[in-house]
């Protein structure tokens, strides 16, 4: 039996890898809320870890403004390294750590195509989001037993409105053209396929302390928008608001992939399609405006 702490497990990565672990009955997984344990306090933090003595912390949680109104931006950065270093601080209480890195740790200010773990310490961060995450990754890498998985792009059910292709298939739902402000290439990865990596890390022997989780595919917007016409069988078309070229966002996924034996199982046309399933079956019912 190991045992798994899980933070983060009402946000849109926690509630869809946790479902994947709860599959496997060698899991004993422990998900407390933000009222049952406040991760900015390294008191309790502490305090829990040592009591509990878990073999994997999977660090999901992270301050997120645009969705829970207690979460401050101007606090962005001092809450997400605070509720970080409260576990790497303490990280001889548990076996090892696993957290979700970003991209935007690599600095967003310049095209990121297909980019490398061997250059992710190339340039710091202007954003206080990107800054945080770039801390923590140079923590992690001098660090014993704590990993950074890193996200680009990430995309399944219950992802929030702003983002790209769940703005796309609402669009349609709501009979109105696909805007997209500048066109781009992103790195996309179905959570589903997340999960997948999620899980392989925390039973194997990682040999380095970071990765890029990504499909290693950069797809540009105006694309994907595509896809989701096609596969909605729409035709209210795509409109850019300006000509401009926003800058690219993408990842090599070699390290990963050769390390684990595995590569992504959803495609982008394949996740896009579960992806309006979904979002069909929950029009209505979270917010979003009633067909």
């Not at 740790?105 to 989001?129: Q, V, W």
């Not at 769940?166 to 009979?175: A, D």
């Not at 990504?214 to 795509?238: C, F, K, N, P, Q």
Request: glycine residues 6%; hydrophobic residues 35%.
């Amino acid at each position: 039996m190991k045992k798994i702490l899980l933070t983060g497990s009402t946000g849109f990565i926690g509630s869809n890898v946790l479902p994947v672990l709860q599959k496997n009955a060698m899991y004993e997984i422990k998900t407390p809320a933000r009222t049952d344990l406040n991760l900015k306090s390294e008191r309790e933090v502490s305090s829990y870890l040592e009591r509990e003595r878990f073999d994997v912390v999977v660090h999901f949680a992270n301050p997120t403004p645009a969705k829970n109104p207690v979460d401050l931006y101007e606090n962005l950065l001092e809450d997400s390294l605070r509720i970080f270093l409260n576990f790497y601080n303490h990280s001889d209480l548990f076996g090892k750590m696993i957290y979700t890195g970003s991209g935007a740790e690599y600095g967003k200010t310049r095209d990121l195509d297909l980019i490398t773990e061997e250059r992710c310490f190339s340039m710091i961060p202007e954003d206080p989001y990107g800054l945080g995450k770039y801390v923590m990754n140079r923590l992690a890498c001098q660090s014993r037993n704590v990993f950074n998985f890193r996200i680009f792009a990430c995309f399944g059910p219950n992802d929030m409105e702003s983002k790209f292709i769940t703005h796309c298939i609402r669009s349609v739902l709501r009979n109105q053209t696909i805007t997209i402000r500048k066109d781009c290439e992103f790195d996309y990865i179905h959570v589903f396929d997340f999960a997948r990596y999620i899980e392989w890390g925390i039973n194997a022997e990682l040999k380095h302390h970071d990765y890029n989780v990504t499909s290693g595919i950069a797809t540009h917007l105006t694309d994907i928008a595509r896809l989701v016409l096609e596969e909605m069988h729409s035709e209210l078309g795509i409109r850019l608001l300006s000509d401009e070229h926003n800058t690219n966002y993408s990842a090599n996924n070699r390290r990963i992939v050769e390390e684990s034996g595995i590569r992504p199982m959803y495609s982008l046309r394949e996740g896009i399609r579960m992806q309006i399933e979904w979002e069909r079956a929950h029009w209505g019912k979270q917010g979003t405006d009633v067909m």
